[in-house]
């Protein structure tokens, strides 16, 4: 066990029967580790501490996203012979720095240490340090209007959704959906995971898709009548089905 996080209730990590504050522990454990798995490389006191930290963020793709980061960072300080809350700011410059020398695009480095600065504000919020040790630690600049992905030009969009109509297995309905979806309305590949039939909708007479987007925010995604064609079969029992005439949008 970490000797800085010994502070941490003993009823946590003591064996026998749980009560009190350790059915506490124990549900936020099993919660947390049910939904990312990457937290069990590290030893219990550290999972109790980063899964009381992720519990409070609200997105699930960024708990995903800092959980892998964070798991990381602690790695590389137990390679160092140094404890989750006893690094400095001189650990996170030479993590930082070391990453961008192997490669590390700029904009990861950049989430990376803004996952650092959450998990040790939450830390410093609770006593357990005393100084934020990212605190002054330089970012790498990102151009927000600058991206590494390579688009489709016209003929290969309309090669990738005649593809995806040629399809006639089982999940060829499916396949014409998301690939509408991710390449007309632009949804991120885990937005169109996640989107179920009980999230097709109408607003104001408009065929819609309710997803949740980036920073937990809910949006309805419009679909129009080439998008909409793949959905018809599986609109949901007893819903209006709003515009399916010629002329429906």
Not at 88 to 101: E, I, K, N
Not at 118 to 146: K, M, N, Q, W
Not at 159 to 183: E, H, I, K, M, S
Not at 218 to 225: C, E, N, S, V
Request: net charge positive.
């Amino acid at each position: 066990m970490s000797s800085e996080l010994e502070l941490l209730p003993a009823t946590v990590f003591a064996p026998g029967p749980v009560t009190g504050p350790g059915v506490v522990a124990g549900e936020l454990l099993g919660r947390v580790r049910a939904e990312l798995p990457v937290i069990g490389e590290l030893g219990e006191p550290e999972q109790f501490l980063v899964s009381a930290w992720l519990t409070g963020l609200r997105s699930a793709r960024t708990r995903r996203a800092y959980a892998g980061d964070v798991v990381a960072w602690l790695g590389w300080l137990a390679t160092r012979g140094t404890g989750a809350l006893a690094a400095g700011r001189v650990h996170v410059d030479l993590w930082a720095a070391t990453q961008l020398d192997a490669g590390a695009a700029e904009s990861s480095v950049r989430r990376r240490l803004s996952a650092l600065s959450s998990f040790y504000r939450y830390c410093a919020a609770h006593d357990l340090i005393g100084r934020v040790p990212t605190e002054g630690v330089a970012r790498p600049a990102v151009d927000p209007d600058y991206t590494a992905t390579v688009g489709l030009d016209r003929d290969q969009a309309r090669a990738l959704v005649a593809a995806a109509d040629a399809d006639t297995g089982a999940q060829a309905l499916r396949t014409a959906a998301v690939v509408r979806l991710l390449l007309h309305n632009a949804l991120r590949v885990d937005e169109a995971c996640a989107a179920d039939v009980a999230d097709l909708d109408e607003d104001s007479g408009h065929r819609v898709l309710r997803v949740v987007r980036k920073g937990a925010r809910k949006a309805k995604i419009p679909l129009t009548r080439p998008r909409w064609r793949p959905w018809r079969p599986t609109w949901p029992p007893g819903r209006s089905r709003p515009g399916w005439g010629s002329g429906g949008s």
